[in-house]
């Protein structure tokens, strides 16, 4: 299959939805809650239907998962993952920190992904194999190798106002250990910018296939690693992960590890 084609035509079809995101920033019309911190607007589902119409030109054979409710099943392996505006939240309130996250899967495997920061004019893609780049130019992790030293990056939860499994005690350990820690809404580029070297680590519990299809093969690609929050190995079912540069992975897992079996938190699930 020539995945460079099909990694073009993604990527075409992800300008074209952060042109689409950019020109209704500042504007949406409507706002509505699927959760108590949990938003949509008509922004992600315009741009999910730029999308989906796109993608099912470009690869008519391929099923497709979108986080704002399409899902179109198919007979083959292949399968589009697709987040049309991942942080909604940061839109609505014209925080410019959002992307469009495509990838292409198959099977249980990222073979392609593409992730776009509209207001950044940064496009991130990888093909698996074939090594991971920013607007065209090679990425590399970072080489930071002490967790005292280290830049790490979180997200928190859609259901922190009632779950205790709500990521506060892991940060607030990792906040004592590190040089820094941010939290700043898109997990898509979370582990972009960890493929880019720009954080040391990433982690996060309760997300879906769509936060990560592409970013995991961005941050695998660039010479990172990709696991489940105890080091167990990642695939896209999994609901938590841990992506950093390699050097300092072994170290954030061993934290992560000490507070499950500290008995303060309920069992992780997923």
């Not at 920190?97 to 992904?113: N, W």
């Not at 992960?241 to 992975?249: C, I």
Request: net charge negative; proline share 4%.
């Amino acid at each position: 299959m020539d995945f460079e084609t099909i990694l073009a035509g993604a990527r075409k079809a992800a300008l074209e939805a952060g042109d689409l995101l950019l020109d209704r920033l500042g504007r949406v019309n409507r706002v509505e809650h699927k959760g108590a911190v949990n938003l949509v607007t008509d922004a992600d589902r315009a741009s999910e239907a730029l999308l989906v119409e796109r993608l099912t030109a470009l690869l008519p054979e391929a099923s497709i998962l979108a986080e704002e409710g399409t899902e179109v099943n198919r007979s083959s392996s292949l399968r589009w993952i697709v987040d049309p505006l991942d942080g909604t939240t940061n839109f609505a309130h014209r925080y410019p920190v959002f992307c469009v996250s495509i990838a292409l899967t198959a099977g249980d495997r990222t073979m392609a992904g593409v992730i776009h920061d509209p207001t950044r004019a940064e496009t991130f893609t990888a093909i698996r194999g074939q090594g991971a780049y920013l607007n065209g130019e090679p990425l590399d992790v970072s080489r930071e190798g002490r967790l005292d030293q280290a830049f790490l990056v979180t997200g928190f939860p859609y259901d922190v106002r009632e779950s205790p499994r709500d990521n506060l005690t892991q940060f607030a350990r990792f906040m004592k250990l590190t040089q820094a820690l941010r939290r700043d809404g898109s997990a898509a580029l979370n582990l972009a910018y960890v493929a880019a070297g720009r954080f040391d680590g990433y982690w996060e519990e309760k997300l879906h296939p769509w936060d990560v299809a592409a970013g995991t093969l961005l941050v695998e690609e660039a010479g990172g690693r990709v696991t489940g929050y105890l080091g167990r190995p990642f695939d896209l079912g999994a609901l938590h992960l841990v992506a950093t540069n390699g050097k300092v992975h072994d170290r954030v897992v061993a934290v992560l590890a000490d507070i499950e079996a500290s008995g303060v938190l309920p069992p992780l699930t997923g």
